[in-house]
Structure formats: C-alpha cells, structure tokens
C-alpha cells in the first residue's frame, strides 16, 4: 500500500489519516520514520524531524523509531536496512526529492522498504517523500527518472499552494503520456493494489490527456 501526502507530514492536520492508514495493518504497527530528504539540512532539523514522527505515531499508539538514514553511507548500513525490514509502515518526510532519490537508489535501505511493501506493509511519503515514487519528478532542474513505483505517473505536492501560472508549463513539460497527481496538504493518495482512495482535509488532482478531474474524501481517482 503506498500512501502519497501532499504537505503536513506528523501534523495535526495528518492525524486522522494516520490512523486509519495505521489501521489497515493486519498486525500490530511498527513504524519507521525516514528523514532522509532532509540530509543536507542542519542536524538540528534532521533531528526536529526524527522527533516530530515519534511522537506523532507515540500519540497513535503505535510502535515507531526514527532511523538515521541521511546520506549514502547510511543508507547502506545493514543494521538500519533490518530494522526497516522488521517494520511494516515506512514513512519517508519531506525535504529535497533529488537528494532523496540519489540516497535512496540501489541502496540496502530501499530494498528493505521494497520488501517492506512486498510482505504487505505502508509506504507513506509526504512531498519530497512522495514525489520520487512516480515515474518522474521535478528534481531542479527539470525532469528526472523516480523510483516508477506509479508507472507513468509524476507526483505534485502543494498543489493547492502552486499558482495557475505554473501548472500549465508543468502539464507540457511531463508530456501528455504522463499523468500528473496533485495533492494537497494534509491529504493523502493511497493506493492499495489497483485501487486508489483519498484521505484528509483536501483534494488530489488527476491531469492527463483526457482531461483534469479534482477528488476529494472518500472518492476514488481514476487515471
């Protein structure tokens, strides 16, 4: 199951979602928080972010650990590649989606979140976080290759907060065989095998070659 945030990752805005993500687990929650996105950023932050998803998932009642996978190295430490194969919901925060991706990719870390979703457990990703889980993703400067867990789908969060002026450039630059998903904040995308539902405050945007369609809680996106 994956489930895609457009923007208020361990919020209060985030906490209904959370929950009902949390209670589609066929087994006890074990949670790990993923601040990698944020890696180039001051400690102070890295370490804002790590707390910020223990004590949001702690308020759930569920078992959580922030686990330091920051830069490449980490992301290729067996001990922390286990520890996210014994959780069964990942949550990866927000942050810089290139730097993400490059951490992430082919690392022992991502196998172990891949397995992760293969044994039926969450992938949860919030901006950044959910951005590299398409097919593409705007990386500054302009398109680059995700980790294609949506096959012909690029992923905009903020969508609410992105001027008019701006999208149409985006609907031209990902091309007409790509469908773009915009989220808005505190709101989620989730996607359990072929079928897709919304979670939370806003809406999600499906923009394609047929047209543009805007859905809210509870309704199911089609692309």
């Given amino acids: 199951m994956l489930a895609l945030v457009g923007s208020g990752e361990y919020l209060e805005g985030m906490q209904a979602v959370d929950r009902q993500l949390l209670g589609r687990l066929v087994q006890p929650a074990r949670v790990a928080c993923l601040p990698t996105a944020a890696g180039q950023e001051r400690s102070e932050r890295i370490l804002y972010w790590s707390r910020l998803g223990v004590e949001h998932f702690t308020g759930l009642g569920a078992q959580v650990q922030a ?3 920051i830069d490449r190295r980490s992301a290729n430490e067996p001990h922390w590649a286990e520890e996210i194969s014994r ?3 990942v949550y990866l925060s927000g942050g810089t989606p290139a730097y993400l ?3 992430l990719q082919d690392s022992l870390v ?3 979140i891949q397995d992760v979703l293969a044994k039926g457990g969450i992938l949860a990703g919030c901006s950044a976080g959910a951005m590299v889980l398409g097919e593409i993703y705007f990386g500054f400067p302009g398109w680059k290759p995700g980790f294609n867990l949506l096959p012909g789908a690029t ?3 903020h969508f609410e907060e992105i001027p008019a002026v701006m999208l149409k450039p985006a609907r031209l630059l990902a091309g007409r065989k790509v469908t773009i998903l915009g989220i808005e904040g505190s709101t989620a995308l989730v ?3 072929q079928q897709a539902e919304v ?3 806003g809406g999600v945007t499906v923009w394609n070659g047929s047209g543009r369609q805007r859905y809210t ?3 199911a996106p089609v692309w």
């Fill in 101 to 103: 991706h490059h951490t």
């Fill in 67 to 69: 686990l330091p996978v």
């Fill in 110 to 112: 991502w196998s172990a």
């Fill in 217 to 219: 809680a509870g309704q």
């Fill in 155 to 157: 992923i905009i969060p």
């Fill in 199 to 201: 979670l939370g405050r």
């Fill in 87 to 89: 959780s069964n919901f």
């Fill in 191 to 193: 996607l359990d095998g």
